[in-house]
């Protein structure tokens, strides 16, 4: 017994100075990112006046690059004085009269500025919407003449005024007959777990619609030294340049539609190859080296997890705007959310209640009121930087299952926009094509890891094999069914327990 009593005091001692580590690392590359971010504001807030004012003595086709050539400098100084070094490998000394289109992973925020520091100003940058960046460095961007695009349904709904895909691609195409090359990511995102997601096909189109051969770019240990959005730590970035990628001979097409489907297709598989082929083998997830099935699933919570925030309570929001709710309904609803956040009124409580407003709604009509709500106002508050992975688990061929507590109606919803399998959610009960307000099966808890299990048993998944995605402590009978569970945002006691179970763990899923 007394030996017991040291090792679990060894044990706590060590768990508790593991813990202290972590902490004292998370201040510093707080610490740095802050010094960073500084540095970089400072710099460009320093001689944006100036630009702006020295533009006006150049032609118009010039003002691009004195932009960029200033921008390599404020990172190249930024970079300089915080201690991130870039190493170079296999560094092309391409013609200068050539155009390139340099494809590269993503595994940081900085990853475009990297690049340019490397490949000099020549280059153009194709990035996410302007909006997504601070208005400062977005405008300093505009300047640049980077082109930025509107990559899915989320960003169609944020950012309606944004390029489309189709015009984004005949831009690029443009500036590389302007003598320019372009800077671009296949994947379209930054990869927040550290691991290569799907590739996208608009590099591809980008090469065959304007004959430019493609440069492969590995972009490694960005991930150590960017590890998040809000923290750096000084360190070296390698950057691994592949051999040259020939384009496919094609006539030049008026519309990305019209590029021939199978040549795109083929260079977009030469580039996930050649890049892949570059990086060492810690970026691959597990699922690019199986074959497609469906016999592993993906199981996601959506509030809070898929959904930044709490989609119900935004569903009442949207329906109290349009008069479909009286005021005394949208006012009970949000004083027992209250009562439930002090401690005075249980969660199942709280849900019973506050889905008794659905009582008499006419079962096809709220189908369609939640319909137009999610594609108006819910689908802006997805969490981006989610996207990605369940992008990546549906080209793997994965079964994607919502597990959530949130209305039948409204699951269905997330499963449309990613084409999931099926959702296990809360069932309200019915009669006469109408809702009584009365709920059948509040997906919560023990009723989630139980219908979870079952539905596996039917559909022959692998829950070895499986992965679940959740932010909150009462998730984790679900996540425990699993053998690849992930804490999305997590909660400070699910967070607790993630650490201690060694689950993966993704902070700031935003």
């Not at 709280?350 to 009509?365: F, H, P, Q, R, T």
């Amino acid at each position: 017994m007394y030996h017991l009593q040291i090792l679990l005091s060894t044990s706590n001692l060590l768990y508790n100075s593991n813990m202290n580590m972590k902490e004292t690392t998370s201040f510093l590359g707080k610490l740095h990112h802050f010094g960073l971010a500084l540095d970089i504001g400072l710099l460009t807030f320093i001689f944006l006046l100036p630009m702006i004012i020295g533009e006006k003595f150049l032609s118009p086709e010039k003002r691009g690059l004195f932009w960029r050539k200033k921008a390599i400098w404020i990172i190249k100084t930024a970079f300089y004085l915080n201690k991130i070094d870039i190493k170079t490998k296999n560094h092309p000394f391409n013609d200068s009269e050539k155009s390139y289109v340099y494809a590269a992973n993503h595994p940081s925020d900085f990853d475009g500025f990297i690049l340019l520091t490397i490949l000099g100003p020549k280059c153009i940058l194709f990035t996410a919407p302007f909006q997504d960046f601070p208005k400062l460095l977005a405008t300093w961007m505009k300047k640049m003449e980077a082109i930025d695009v509107r990559r899915d349904v989320i960003d169609d709904a944020r950012y309606p005024k944004t390029e489309s895909k189709q015009h984004a691609i005949q831009h690029a195409i443009k500036a590389i007959k302007n003598g320019h090359s372009l800077i671009i990511f296949p994947e379209g995102h930054v990869e927040l777990l550290h691991l290569l997601h799907y590739f996208h096909t608009g590099v591809a189109r980008i090469s065959v619609g304007s004959h430019t051969p493609i440069i492969p770019v590995a972009l490694s240990n960005a991930e150590k030294v960017f590890s998040d959005e809000h923290s750096v730590t000084p360190g070296t970035v390698t950057v691994t340049f592949g051999n040259e990628l020939s384009a496919p001979k094609n006539k030049i097409s008026k519309t990305h539609k019209e590029f021939p489907k199978a040549k795109v297709l083929i260079t977009r598989n030469k580039i996930e190859k050649a890049i892949i082929d570059l990086l060492p083998l810690r970026y691959q997830p597990e699922y690019f080296k199986l074959p497609k099935t469906k016999k592993i699933g993906v199981f996601i919570d959506i509030d809070r997890t898929i959904y930044e925030g709490f989609s119900q309570k935004d569903l009442v929001k949207y329906l109290f705007a349009l008069h479909r709710l009286h005021y005394g309904e949208a006012l009970k609803v949000f004083y027992w959310l209250f009562l439930e956040k002090t401690g005075k009124l249980p969660h199942k409580e709280l849900m019973k209640k506050s889905l008794y407003i659905l009582n008499g709604w006419d079962v096809a009509e709220l189908r369609n009121v939640v319909h137009q709500s999610f594609y108006k106002k819910l689908v802006k508050n997805i969490q981006y930087g989610f996207f990605p992975i369940l992008k990546d688990h549906a080209e793997a061929g994965h079964s994607i299952v919502f597990v959530s507590e949130v209305i039948h109606p409204l699951a269905q919803e997330f499963k449309h926009l990613f084409a999931g399998r099926t959702t296990l959610d809360t069932k309200l009960a019915q009669e006469h094509h109408c809702y009584t307000g009365k709920v059948k099966c509040l997906c919560y808890k023990d009723v989630k890891a139980r219908l979870l299990k079952e539905f596996a048993q039917r559909a022959n998944i692998d829950l070895s094999k499986s992965y679940a995605y959740a932010d909150s402590y009462a998730d984790i009978p679900f996540m425990s069914l699993v053998g690849h569970p992930t804490a999305i945002n997590p909660d400070a006691d699910l967070l607790r327990y993630a650490e201690k179970k060694k689950f993966r763990i993704l902070k700031d899923a935003r």
